[in-house]
């Protein structure tokens, strides 16, 4: 109850003035002393730190006051008076008007008003003299605001990209080494890859990869943050390259072509090559990315790659098929140790990988490139230590319950990992000296639930549900500010979060979200762009999955559906009525509200810029944009898990969508998204509208990856057929003025053939193509090409999977065995080679 409150906070605050007595001035605005945050305000602490405590050189840029105040004060007897000073009871609560008093006289405001009380309303801007208040108070801190903003962008230092995606990974490896626990079994693991890296640069042994595998939650990331510090002092030793990625922590290290990006960038920088262009097709990509890897650095200069965690990279460009990592005929100055998940088969809405199994193979069975992270042998020194980490102990008995636990875990579980004692260790950190252990799971999954139920007690069960839903369905996570919008569309979480008081706006409580995040921290990593948060281990997607959905699909369709509403903006600028329960905790304070606007925000497909001007953007003048990348990214993917099928089919068979997304670095993704629809939606003539649109992408795939040029897929729409799904789509784009430039521009080819080309797929090669092998799955098609080479190619995509070199001449056949896990081929040389 409220009363509680206010008794302990005049506890607390008359303690803490005893307390500290020698501090005679706890108003003081110059004061940072420990005794104000007993005395001020919530507000006030944000004043202090904002404006008060702000060296005067900032304060001109980032300290704007505005004041208004009413002739007369507020007159306590009105209806309206709560909404404008604190009440206690049927009066003014005389303390915090003392406070707001002395904090309004720290301040001298740049701009001042004094207008007269509206009776039953406060402020009615129907009133002429409150309108031209209103008018006056807006256009003062939109200039001020404005002047402020203009003279920082001028003073801003640019960031590198190239120095903060590295400088990121080395903190996260800094951070996690700084709580490394160096257990038996982490300890062989480092012997085995410090060898590796410390050995004689010129031993034969050592041209191939080496690579830590484990099981989820093993503690690979924290022996491959010890190795990373490792690798940096032998590579400052050597005057030689240390190149490190987390893959998974960050945006520009979850997608494959972003990856090599990266890298390539960095290594330019350190080998002195100058401004690097980065191909935009992915196989000229990797082939770079080769060559900076295997050409440029010397025995004077060697290098050492850290990759942790491959298994992390989504599935676009075939990123976990790692044919883009060079493993093997290393050059004597190259170490490159890489570390992944065991084999994972597929699962409702994940797709599965095999990056151990692949790397085995490329890595020809040679167990000596493998050091493989094992279950804890000393469990008590672990809890110990991360214990001391959180600055707590247990007692004998506590400690012993955990250990009973540890050791009756079963041959499947995952409970002999640091993962699975690292949540003990945060459960046991809450438990009382006197407490009797609980019950402790023995399994990862039922710790990680009870986990969840602990949040749903401390925070509020429908929060949690929702957010918890939310980062789990979403396709590539879901930001801290997304989180706040979609937490807010939800009737139940904001009827919880207003139980004692309820905001102006309909909105969730920014600290609320804030809580909630910091708590899950620990276990998110970035996603897919820009901020975006999505689970680290897997093992916390699954549990989630049980917790949240294990009463039916019905829930899980419904959140997919309101991600969607979000994600295509649908409640953007328009009032959302209330539930039952939202209406009786708003009604508390602003009787009569039955429904108020969530401030989402708009959700268009570019967010700024002519995407489709004639000039391009490499044209003399040419034009920038913003595209929307996370509407690209999630909205078809939620679209089709909540059974929406006609929105799903809308969006796929848009030129639009589809020229957008390839822009975005997102082009194979549209194509997986058709190959899902066209399972997962039986109707024969939507079916045959979506595969349509493949044959269209296959046909043109050249045009789509074309950045330079992305109003030309829009003319490819143009000259297909009348009854082709995307030159309707095109026609009803154009129709609602989405496509920029382009109408005036096209070109009206007379005599437009009405029947549709029968090529479902073009690929282009360099090279000249000899011959041509179709596997029996369908899904791939291997070629043989002039130049020697043998390439295999996704029938789905278009994306080389392997380019397979060792002939000399040309190679004249290839064939697939009848399981397909191996191809032959023949050539001019006169060899046969089977991979």
């Not at 208040?133 to 590198?160: G, H, I, K, M, W």
């Not at 080998?271 to 191909?279: H, L, M, S, T």
């Not at 093992?539 to 989630?544: N, P, Y």
């Not at 397979?804 to 065995?817: D, I, P, Q």
């Amino acid at each position: 109850p409220w009363d509680r409150f206010e008794k302990l906070q005049g506890v607390l605050r008359s303690a803490a003035l005893e307390a500290w007595k020698e501090h005679t001035d706890p108003r003081d605005p110059a004061s940072c002393h420990w005794l104000k945050k007993f005395v001020i305000s919530v507000t006030e602490e944000e004043l202090c730190h904002g404006a008060l405590w702000a060296r005067p050189e900032d304060s001109r840029t980032r300290v704007l006051v505005l004041a208004r105040s009413f002739e007369g004060g507020v007159p306590p007897g009105d209806e309206k008076a709560a909404k404008f000073m604190d009440m206690r009871g049927s009066g003014p609560d005389e303390d915090a008007q003392e406070l707001l008093r002395q904090q309004k006289a720290m301040c001298q405001p740049d701009r001042s008003w004094s207008i007269p009380w509206a009776p039953s309303k406060g402020v009615d801007p129907s009133d002429t003299r409150h309108a031209a208040y209103l008018q006056e108070f807006c256009a003062a801190f939109e200039d001020a605001s404005v002047t402020s903003l203009n003279e920082a962008l001028a003073d801003e230092v640019r960031p590198d990209e190239v120095v903060e995606e590295a400088e990121r990974h080395l903190r996260f490896a800094s951070v996690r080494a700084g709580k490394f626990h160096r257990s038996p079994t982490a300890a062989r693991v480092l012997e085995v890859l410090d060898a590796y890296l410390t050995s004689t640069y010129h031993e034969a042994q050592q041209n191939k990869a080496h690579c830590a595998e484990g099981k989820s939650g093993s503690g690979k990331t924290y022996v491959m943050s010890m190795l990373a510090a490792r690798a940096a002092e032998v590579s400052a030793a050597r005057n030689g390259v240390c190149v490190v990625r987390f893959l998974g922590t960050t945006a520009a290290s979850s997608k494959s072509s972003l990856l090599l990006a990266s890298l390539i960038l960095q290594l330019a920088r350190a080998y002195d090559r100058g401004n690097v262009e980065i191909p935009a097709e992915f196989n000229p990509l990797v082939d770079l990315f080769k060559e900076a890897v295997t050409a440029w650095p010397t025995d004077e200069k060697p290098l050492v790659l850290i990759l942790d965690s491959v298994d992390q990279l989504d599935d676009s460009d075939a990123g976990r098929a790692l044919q883009w990592l060079p493993v093997k005929d290393l050059p004597p100055c190259v170490r490159i140790v890489i570390s992944t998940l065991p084999d994972y088969d597929d699962v409702e809405g994940r797709r599965g990988f095999k990056c151990y199994s692949t790397l085995r193979r490329m890595l020809e069975q040679d167990e000596s490139c493998f050091a493989h992270v094992t279950d804890i042998e000393d469990p008590k020194d672990v809890v110990l230590h991360l214990l001391r980490l959180q600055g707590r102990t247990i007692t004998e008995e506590q400690m012993q319950a955990i250990l009973d636990a540890f050791d009756r875990r079963g041959p499947q579980d995952i409970a002999g990992t640091p993962l699975y004692l690292t949540l003990v260790a945060h459960s046991a950190a809450l438990w009382d000296s006197e407490e009797e252990p609980p019950n402790i799971p023995t399994s990862v999954r039922a710790l990680i639930v009870e986990f969840f139920g602990r949040l749903a007690k401390l925070r509020g069960d429908k929060l949690v549900r929702k957010a918890l839903a939310s980062i789990t369905l979403c396709k590539d996570g879901i930001s801290e500010v997304e989180l706040a919008h979609v937490l807010s569309l939800d009737d139940g979480v904001l009827a919880e979060a207003y139980k004692w008081w309820a905001p102006p706006v309909r909105v969730v409580p920014c600290i609320v979200v804030t809580r909630l995040l910091n708590d899950l921290r620990p276990y998110l990593a970035s996603r897919g762009s820009g901020s975006a948060l999505g689970w680290y281990h897997r093992q916390f997607w699954e549990a989630a999955e049980d917790w949240l959905f294990a009463r039916g699909e019905e829930l899980r369709e419904n959140v997919h559906a309101e991600l969607a509403a979000f994600f295509e903006g649908k409640h953007h600028g328009a009032p959302k009525a209330y539930s039952e329960a939202l209406s009786a905790k708003v009604n508390k304070f602003f009787p009569g509200e039955t429904e108020g606007d969530r401030l989402v925000p708009p959700q268009p497909l570019v967010l700024s810029g002519d995407v489709f001007s004639q000039r391009g953007p490499g044209a003399q003048g040419g034009v920038v944009w913003q595209l929307n990348e996370r509407r690209l990214a999630e909205l078809v993917h939620h679209y089709m898990r909540a059974e929406l099928q006609f929105k799903t089919l809308a969006e796929l068979t848009s030129p639009l969508y589809i020229a957008l997304k390839f822009l975005a670095g997102m082009g194979t993704d549209v194509q997986l998204e058709l190959l899902d629809a066209m399972r997962k939606f039986p109707d024969r003539d939507q079916k045959l509208a979506l595969q349509r649109v493949k044959a269209f992408i296959g046909k043109s795939i050249q045009v789509c990856r074309d950045p330079e040029v992305p109003w030309a897929l829009l003319q490819a729409a143009y000259d297909e057929p009348d009854t082709s799904p995307v030159r309707r789509a095109l026609q009803t784009a154009t129709n609602q003025k989405l496509l920029g430039e382009f109408p005036k521009f096209r070109i009206e080819w007379i005599n437009r053939p009405q029947h549709f080309d029968p090529c479902q797929l073009l690929v282009k090669d360099s090279s000249t193509v000899f011959c041509v092998a179709y596997a029996r799955d369908g899904e791939r098609v291997a070629y043989g090409c002039q130049d020697g080479s043998v390439k295999v190619f996704s029938t789905s995509t278009g994306n080389i999977l392997v380019t397979l070199r060792g002939h000399e001449l040309s190679v004249t056949s290839v064939s697939f065995s009848p399981s397909g896990d191996l191809l032959a081929s023949g050539s001019n040389d006169k060899t046969v080679r089977v991979w």
